[in-house]
């Protein structure tokens, strides 16, 4: 059974469209995030939502928006992409927010190529 | 700026060998996680540490967290060409995030 699912699992879009990344977790965890990974590895967080409500907000430009319709899923919707967006976005859940400790499951991860 | 500092950034040995990777830091951390992500994949937990000094060993995988909390180490005896991969080390503080390391790419050879 499939644990944190992502879609789609490649998105390739031009500059400027709207593109969106949907995530479900099974696992009935509270928290829920998105991490951006970059070419050099780098896996960065960006948001984070606790029973549907927003606690991390990195500084992420405001093109990017999550959405939380409620605590399973987390959706990632990017307005006006640019070349810089290109990356690998890894949905995660953990059962709390667990104050730093807690083990956080990781989906396949969706590649974003911006041409 | 990263919090978190892992060397080396690549390794590559032969099936058999042994190799130590490490993550540090300049900052204390609550729990020190460590991860393994393969190609295509999304990060796998390998273990978390959360008391300083404390060694955890998951088979030929052995885990270390420093005395003051602000660095660990990864130690493989006898690497298989199966221990390939990426390897994060990942910080915990009392809030909601954890803090990654650039990550270490092992390659063993068989």
């Known amino acids: 059974d499939t644990a944190v699912s992502q879609t789609p699992k490649y998105l390739v879009t031009q500059m400027g469209n709207d593109k969106s990344i949907k995530c479900e977790q099974n696992?009935?965890?509270?928290?829920m995030y998105w991490y951006k990974q970059d070419s050099k590895k780098f896996l960065k967080i960006m948001f984070s939502?606790?029973?549907?409500?927003?606690?991390i907000n990195e500084t992420v430009p405001n093109r990017f928006s999550p959405k939380s319709p409620d605590k399973a899923h987390l959706n990632l919707h990017i307005n006006s992409l640019e070349l810089g967006d290109s990356a690998v976005y890894f949905c995660?859940?953990?059962?709390?927010?667990?104050?730093?400790?807690?083990?956080?499951?990781f989906g396949p991860g969706t590649r974003l190529t911006v041409t | 700026t990263q919090l978190l500092e892992q060397s080396p950034q690549f390794l590559s040995i032969q099936e058999g060998e042994n190799l130590t990777v490490y993550c540090n830091s300049s900052?204390?951390?609550?729990?020190l996680q460590w991860y393994r992500q393969e190609p295509g994949e999304g990060p796998v937990l390998l273990v978390t540490?959360?008391?300083?000094?404390e060694v955890k060993k998951l088979k030929r995988l052995t885990f270390q967290f420093g005395d003051a909390r602000k660095d660990s180490s990864l130690h493989i005896t006898a690497a298989q060409p199966g221990d390939t991969g990426l390897y994060l080390c990942?910080?915990?503080?009392?809030?909601?995030?954890?803090?990654f390391g650039a990550g270490t790419t092992v390659t063993v050879r068989a």
């Open positions: 990942a910080g915990g503080r009392n809030d909601y995030k954890l803090s």
């Open positions: 995660a859940s953990s059962p709390q927010p667990g104050q730093g400790t807690g083990k956080q499951y």
């Open positions: 900052s204390v951390f609550s729990s």
């Open positions: 696992l009935g965890h509270d928290t």
């Open positions: 540490v959360v008391t300083g000094g």
């Open positions: 939502y606790n029973n549907k409500e927003l606690i």
